[in-house]
């Protein structure tokens, strides 16, 4: 096979994984909304669907991880939400990912430490949206948002881990 | 495989002494609150002075104000989270019925 026709089928291969990927999120996220976390605080979610970024960033593909976490945003918002939370979800997710793949560049972390970063970075972002949009009230749940960022995102950063340990053949 | 390391564990750490600490300041720095207002359906259905006594009949929820505190009397939501909530006086406190999509907000 010349190296063109290669490289068109690892294209198609990476395209067809980062769509699954895409589907695997918004079932992620159909998940999530069936169970009532936001009930401790509004805002409070566990991100499964960021295992998918960290997974990728740990395959080094930030390009990747950078598509299908906007893609899987600006699909969600488009099945089940309004354009009100498409604000708070697309500038969240753009933000945490980008100081997630940044955080990559720490040796001392692994995988779970800036996963936890990244649910910290997204929560805190939310509540700085919320305060502008909704109410300065709002800057009241940031305590719990933090420590609510720090549980959920070192249990999804070790979901990755072993998502990646799992998927990396096909990666 | 990269397994948990000590730098996770410190900054998880940091960022728990750093929410903790938060929490203490904005409870000591909390101010009483002095308006009410009800949302239901994102709507304002009351908004009126803490010290004003009054109750709100809404279809689905009872809203009472008493004595500078505001508080879910009675809902007919299975989870009875609101109710439970209890009462509230500082600015930036909620009670949310989520089920019934009413809120009471202290500003
Ligand atoms: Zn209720």
Redesign the pocket.
Known sequence: MSSKQSDNRNRVTAVCIYALFCCACLIFGYVESVIPTTLIAPGVKLGLSNSVAILLLINKDIKGAFAVNTARILLSALLFGSPFSLLFSLTAGVISIIVSALSFKIKALSPIGVSIIGAVTHNIVQIIIACFVVSLGCVYYLPILVVSGVVTGGAIGFLAMLLFEKLKKIL | MKKLKKADIILAMCLIIAAFALFITFYLFKTSGKKVIVRQNNKTVYSGLLSNDNQINLK??TVVIKDNKAY?KC?????????KTGKISKSGETV?????K?IIEIE
């Open positions: 689905h929820n879910m809902a007919d939501c299975k989870n009875q989270i609101c109710v949310v019925c989520l089920p019934n009413v």
